[in-house]
């Protein structure tokens, strides 16, 4: 077990979950064509808020660069680590050794574009990585990670495949996990059909 190398909040326990959340302002560009640049950064908060939502129960944490996004994860109750101008793999890097220092042995990695994220809980019965693939089986939108295993993040497209690879090549259990609702990710216009199922994701006037 990590030892924790900062006060951790009273509440932080063997699992926690990590979202990485881009300033909502450049996020989602390639909805850029179908939504205005407000509905755009409205669409990425309330993608966020929902993955948020579904690690209650467990301590939440949000990796950014962003003001603004500290200030959004702040009110929703999660936890901020502050990984300034990185790029998503050391951002999330980062994150997962921030909370590892707080005791984490597993640290669930939820994408913050999943509208339909419900309980993320369950992950947290695996002692080993738990990869949820989006459902293209390219990218990967849920992946838990023991601490102790130093696996080495390779977001971008395809990587499913790549973290697959690296979870089998650090041994111990590994498993697959495809579900309809945390396999749907969002980032380009199709993919808004998924966001229809999610009540209050998009406003009714919104194209696409
Ligand atoms: N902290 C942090 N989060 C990131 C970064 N890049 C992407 N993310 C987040 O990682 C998750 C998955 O990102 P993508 O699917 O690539 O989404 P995106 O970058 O908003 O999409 P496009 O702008 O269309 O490329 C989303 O929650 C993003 O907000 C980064 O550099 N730092
Ligand atoms: C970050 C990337 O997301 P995508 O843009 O492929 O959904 C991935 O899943 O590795």
């Known amino acids: 077990m990590a030892t924790p190398s ?9 699992a926690a979950v990590l979202v990485p959340v881009k ?11 179908v939504l205005s640049p407000g509905r755009r950064a409205d669409l990425a908060r309330r993608m966020a808020e929902a993955v948020v939502r579904s690690g209650r129960g467990l301590p939440v944490a949000v990796v950014c660069d ?21 790029g998503l793999n050391r951002a999330v890097q980062q994150g997962v050794a921030h909370l590892a220092g707080y005791g984490a042995e597993l640290v669930i990695v939820a994408a913050g574009d999943l509208p339909l994220a419900d309980d993320l809980r369950w992950v947290a019965d695996f002692a080993g990585t738990t990869i949820v693939p989006d459902r293209r089986r390219d990218g990967t939108n849920v992946l838990a990670v ?3 295993s130093r ?3 390779s977001y971008g497209p395809g990587s499913f495949a790549r973290h697959l690879a690296e979870a089998r090549r650090l041994g111990g259990p590994v498993r697959v996990v495809e579900a309809p609702t945390l396999g749907w990710d969002v980032d380009v216009p199709g993919d808004l059909a998924g966001v229809a199922g999610a009540a209050g994701m998009l406003p009714p006037d919104t194209a696409g």
């Open 66 to 86: 962003d003001r603004e996004v500290a200030a959004w994860a702040r009110e929703q109750g999660a936890l901020v680590v502050w990984a300034p101008g990185r």
């Open 23 to 33: 300033a909502f302002a450049d996020a989602k560009l390639r909805l850029s064509a």
């Open 6 to 14: 900062a006060a951790a909040p009273g509440w932080f326990g063997p």
């Open 151 to 153: 696996f080495a993040f």
């Open 146 to 148: 023991p601490t102790s």
